[in-house]
């Protein structure tokens, strides 16, 4: 059975992982679209690295949160609600900026390509977890 602290760390190299793969994921993406789509690759950068930036951010709220010492249950569910709140706010607040007028991105390729990241997130999340990568 492992400890509490074995577990938040090996979850800290879960994300850690499939931070690489999101890396990985958009910069082929960006590549195969700078190929097809010049000019669409901007908005493909934007949007992957949004998805990149949530993961991150869930990263550095779960290492802020080992940190801290929560002593209930209460207060450790007030912490995931508060990093749940915050990731969606930063990720809607950063979408809207890329859907603005002002950087001029491709609304469509820059959620297709966070859409992109965010699924690896998820199936990167499967991957690891049960072992079917290579990635370290």
Request: aromatic share 8%.
């Amino acid at each position: 059975m492992q400890s509490t602290t074995e577990h938040k760390e090996q979850a800290g190299q879960v994300i850690k992982t499939v931070i690489k793969l999101q890396l990985i994921v958009v910069s082929i993406a960006t590549m195969i679209i700078a190929i097809n789509y010049p000019y669409m690759v901007k908005s493909t950068i934007y949007g992957g690295l949004i998805a990149i930036l949530n993961t991150g951010f869930l990263y550095w709220r779960m290492q802020k949160s080992n940190r801290q010492i929560v002593n209930t249950p209460e207060e450790n569910l007030k912490v995931v609600y508060r990093s749940g709140i915050e990731r969606f706010v930063l990720t809607g607040c950063l979408l809207a900026i890329g859907m603005s007028s002002a950087l001029k991105l491709s609304p469509l390729v820059m959620l297709i390509s966070f859409i992109i990241g965010q699924l690896v997130f998820l199936l990167g999340a499967v991957a690891v977890r049960t072992g079917k990568n290579n990635i370290k």
